[in-house]
């Protein structure tokens, strides 16, 4: 009976820790109670964005650079997919409203994010799919399998920023 409810608090405990985390809640209350962007005021959540979007760069970059050798290391490939497949699922708490460009922030989240959620959100778990297909694919070994697999993850990244992110120099 203790250990239940001692174990019950400690979930929700964790639960809700995990959650102020990732939702950056405490970053969209400063935001919505500053109304526009105030100088010096930066929500902590951009910072985070920025940072984890850099790591997908990264962990892709390496991908691409196994596979340009005539021996990729495939355990590599396999762990940064994982790591982007652990980032994309970071992608959706980075974006509580208030935090697009056209708030006057430093940022190319376009406000179409919050425009169609949905097809946002789709666009994060195609990326999650796609990763964790390439986890799998590079776990066989096959050089063209395992590019193949990068090139439809790749799209996945298109596909979002196409839609989503600023381009500035169009
Ligand atoms: C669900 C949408 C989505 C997916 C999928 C996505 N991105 Fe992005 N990406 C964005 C948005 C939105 C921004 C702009 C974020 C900002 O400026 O706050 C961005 C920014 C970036 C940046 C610039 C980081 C910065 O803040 O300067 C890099 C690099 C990047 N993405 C790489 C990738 C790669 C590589 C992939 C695929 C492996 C990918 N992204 C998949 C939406 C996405």
């Known amino acids: 009976m203790l250990r239940t409810s001692a174990s019950r608090l400690f979930v929700a405990a964790a639960l809700a820790s995990a959650l102020a985390a990732c939702s950056g809640e405490g970053a969209s209350d400063t935001a919505a109670s500053g109304d526009a962007a105030p100088a010096g005021e930066v929500p902590p959540v951009l910072k985070e964005r920025h940072d984890n979007f850099e790591g997908i760069g990264d ?47 430093d940022t190319e989240a376009l406000p179409s994010i919050w425009q169609k959620p949905e097809e946002f959100t789709a666009a994060g778990q195609k990326l999650i799919d796609e990763s964790a297909k390439l986890m799998t694919v590079a776990g066989g070994g096959d050089k063209a399998a395992t590019g193949a697999q990068a090139l439809a993850m790749g799209g996945a990244c298109k596909g979002c920023h196409d839609q989503f992110r600023l381009d500035d120099k169009k």
């Open 59 to 105: 962990a892709f970059k390496a991908v691409r650079g196994e596979l340009e050798k005539d021996a990729p290391d495939f355990a590599l490939i396999a762990a940064k997919a994982t790591d982007i497949n652990t980032r994309a699922k970071l992608i959706e708490t980075h974006f509580p409203a208030g935090t697009s460009v056209d708030d006057g922030y």
